[in-house]
T-cell receptor
Framework: SAVISQKPSRDICQRGTSLTIQCQVD?????MFWYRQQPGQSLTLIAT?????????ESGFVIDKFPISRPNLTFSTLTVSNMSPEDSSIYLC???????????FGSGTRLTVV | QKEVEQNSGPLSVPEGAIASLNCTYS??????FFWYRQYSGKSPELIMS????GDKEDGRFTAQLNKASQYVSLLIRDSQPSDSATYLC??????FGRGTSLIVHP
C-alpha cells in the first residue's frame, strides 16, 4: 500500500484567511481524494483530484472555497479559503493504489478556525 | 445519491466475545467493499476488503458480503480492549458510512 505524508498536522487559523494542506504519496496514483471529517461524524468526500484535469467536486463543495491542485501523480494540495469557524474539521487525503488495497489515508490535518 | 448505513452504536461487548458490525448500502451496482478501523484522533486504516459474496477471513476478522441483500458485516472474534474504535464501512465510489463505535470492556 502507499504511504502518504500530509501536512500540516494541525493549525489554528483566523477567520477570513486561507490554509493550504499538502499530500505527498510515495508512489504514482491516478486519483487522490480529499475528505472532511467533523467531530463524531464520518468521512465526507470533498473532491477527487486527477492529474492533468480539473478536480471533481461533490455536491455542496465548490472550487472557489476548496481549490485543489494536482501538478503530478504523487502530489496534491487542498486550500480551504476564506475560512469560518464552520470549517473547523479534520481534513484527510486518500489514495487507492490498486484493487484489493482499499484506500490509504494521510494522517490528517486538524483545522481550528477562530 | 449513494448511501451506506451503519448503526452508530456504541456496541459494547466483553473481552473475548464476538463483535458483530453491520452495514447496508444503496447502490446495487457496487463492487468493492471495505472495513476500516479508526481510533480516536487517528486516520482510518483498512482492515478488510471483500469483493464477492460469502465470507472472507483474516485472523480474528471475518467479512461477510451478501449482494442480494446489499449487506456487509464484520465479525471480530476474541475481541480485545485494543479493538475499541470506530469501524467504518465503505463502498466503492468511495462512500463511507458514519461508523459504529465498538467498546470492548475487560
Amino acid at each position: 500500500s502507499a504511504v502518504i505524508s500530509q501536512k500540516p498536522s494541525r493549525d489554528i487559523c483566523q477567520r477570513g484567511t486561507s490554509l493550504t494542506i499538502q499530500c505527498q504519496v510515495d508512489s504514482q496514483v491516478t486519483m487522490m481524494f480529499w475528505y472532511r471529517q467533523q467531530p463524531g461524524q464520518s468521512l465526507t468526500l470533498i473532491a477527487t483530484a486527477n492529474q492533468g484535469s480539473e478536480a471533481t467536486y461533490e455536491s455542496g463543495f465548490v472550487i472557489d472555497k476548496f481549490p485543489i491542485s494536482r501538478p503530478n501523480l504523487t502530489f496534491s494540495t487542498l486550500t480551504v479559503s476564506n475560512m469560518s469557524p464552520e470549517d473547523s474539521s479534520i481534513y484527510l487525503c486518500s489514495v487507492m493504489v490498486g484493487v484489493g488495497y482499499g484506500y490509504t489515508f494521510g494522517s490528517g490535518t486538524r483545522l481550528t478556525v477562530v | 445519491q449513494k448511501e451506506v448505513e451503519q448503526n452508530s452504536g456504541p456496541l459494547s461487548v466483553p473481552e473475548g466475545a464476538i463483535a458483530s458490525l453491520n452495514c447496508t448500502y444503496s447502490d446495487r451496482g457496487s463492487q468493492s467493499f471495505f472495513w476500516y478501523r479508526q481510533y480516536s484522533g487517528k486516520s482510518p486504516e483498512l482492515i478488510m476488503s471483500i469483493y464477492s459474496n460469502g465470507d472472507k477471513e483474516d485472523g480474528r476478522f471475518t467479512a461477510q458480503l451478501n449482494k442480494a441483500s446489499q449487506y456487509v458485516s464484520l465479525l471480530i472474534r476474541d475481541s480485545q480492549p485494543s479493538d475499541s474504535a470506530t469501524y467504518l464501512c465503505a463502498v466503492s465510489g468511495p462512500t463511507f458510512g458514519r461508523g459504529t463505535s465498538l467498546i470492548v470492556h475487560p
